[in-house]
Nanobody, 114 residues
Framework: QVQIVESGGGLVQPGGSLRLSCAAS????????LYWHRQAPGKQREWVAT???????YYADSVKGRCTISRDNAKNTMYLEMNALKPEDTAVYYC????????WGQGIQVTVSS
């Protein structure tokens, strides 16, 4: 059974930083493309970043230059480092492995507010 668990969220002031983690069990990270998404209050879930197994990385324009996605296949863990956070980054952040419907985390709240 696949289990995906995000951690590292919280309340941060504008301009601050957070590092989200996403740990998986029940599958191996290494062959898969990894994704971060987010859902702000009252909005649809949106894509944030992608890291494929070959190392290619893609970011949404809204976070480009402020976020870094990475993976540690040995730990079956992925990360999203977020800097220069803005109030509009407030959302529940989700990780997903391989686009699998059974490989979503429960989400982690990130709140950017003074």
């Amino acid at each position: 059974q696949v289990q995906i668990v995000e951690s590292g969220g919280g309340l941060v002031q504008p301009g601050g930083s957070l590092r989200l983690s996403c740990a998986a069990s029940g599958l191996l990270f290494s062959p898969y493309v990894l994704y971060w998404h987010r859902q702000a209050p009252g909005k649809q879930r949106e894509w944030v970043a992608t890291l494929n197994s070959g190392g290619a990385i893609y970011y949404a324009d809204s976070v480009k230059g402020r976020c870094t996605i990475s993976r540690d296949n040995a730990k079956n863990t992925m990360y999203l480092e977020m800097n220069a956070l803005k109030p509009e980054d407030t959302a529940v952040y989700y990780c997903n492995v391989g686009g699998r419907t059974d490989a979503w985390g429960q989400g982690i709240q990130v709140t950017v507010s003074s």
